[in-house]
């Protein structure tokens, strides 16, 4: 049971280039989430996606693009990388209910220059 | 607008010692508030959660929290502190809105001083 896994755990990347992160679950949850974290401002919701089938903007989604593939997995897509979006990016899911903490992917540390 | 204040950047405490790590929160409805810990180069790992029931809520590595509705305040308390809590500890609510959305504070760095 690998819970929630991330890949690449490292990237640079120059202005104008594109990259997807690709996230995928283990435990049959309905919830997913990107978020980023940048120093002193905590975590920030980028898009989410409630269910299998559905995504919806969180407070950041300028710049970035998602994808449900299926109920384990969950990408997000830099279509234009830009120096501001220099941030370790978080995978995370929930089961939606009942139980509603989140589990957290180990993340991916990405450099634009 | 809903939101989590965690209003220490940083906490020291001597080993030994109890430790306390404030949030407060604003929202509209009954929360669901949530604890996580973040260690170095690592992702975030769930604490503790309080969604209904008794106010004082009891989670991993021997930590707790105290729901207080009138102050809207969630707590994280530890009675006698380890060097090895030190870490980065974040606070978080779940919207109440209707949305699957969670609100993070901006976290709480947790240096314990042998």
């Known amino acids: 049971n690998a819970g929630v896994t991330q890949t690449p755990k490292f990237q640079v990347l120059k202005t104008g280039q594109s990259m997807t992160l690709q996230c995928a679950q283990d435990?049959?949850?309905?919830?997913m989430y990107w978020y980023r974290q940048d120093p002193g401002m905590g975590l920030r919701l980028i898009y989410y996606?409630?269910?299998?089938?559905?995504?919806d903007k969180g407070e950041v989604p300028n710049g970035y693009n998602v994808s449900r593939l299926n109920k384990r997995e969950f990408s997000l897509r830099l279509e234009s990388a830009a120096p501001s979006q220099t941030s370790v990016y978080f995978c995370?899911?929930?089961?939606?209910?009942?139980?509603?903490?989140?589990?957290f992917g180990p993340g991916t540390r990405l450099t634009v220059t | 607008a809903q939101s989590v204040a965690q209003p220490e950047d940083q906490v020291n405490v001597a080993e030994g010692n109890p430790l306390t790590v404030k949030c407060t929160y604003s929202?509209?409805?009954?929360?669901?508030l949530f604890w996580y810990v973040q260690y170095p180069n690592r992702g975030l790992q769930f604490l503790l959660k309080?969604?209904?029931?008794?106010?004082l809520v009891k989670g991993s590595y021997g930590f707790e929290a105290e729901f207080n509705k009138s102050q809207t305040s969630f707590h994280l308390k530890k009675p006698s502190a380890l060097v090895s809590d030190s870490a980065l500890y974040f606070c978080?609510?779940?919207?109440?809105?209707?949305?699957?959305?969670?609100?993070f504070g901006t976290g709480t760095r947790l240096k314990v001083l042998a």
């Open positions: 995370a899911s929930s089961e939606g209910s009942a139980r509603y903490e989140q589990y």
């Open positions: 435990m049959n949850h309905n919830s």
């Open positions: 996606s409630a269910s299998e089938g559905t995504t």
């Open positions: 929202v509209s409805g009954n929360p669901y």
């Open positions: 309080y969604i209904t029931g008794d106010n």
């Open positions: 978080a609510v779940r919207d109440t809105g209707g949305t699957y959305k969670y609100i």
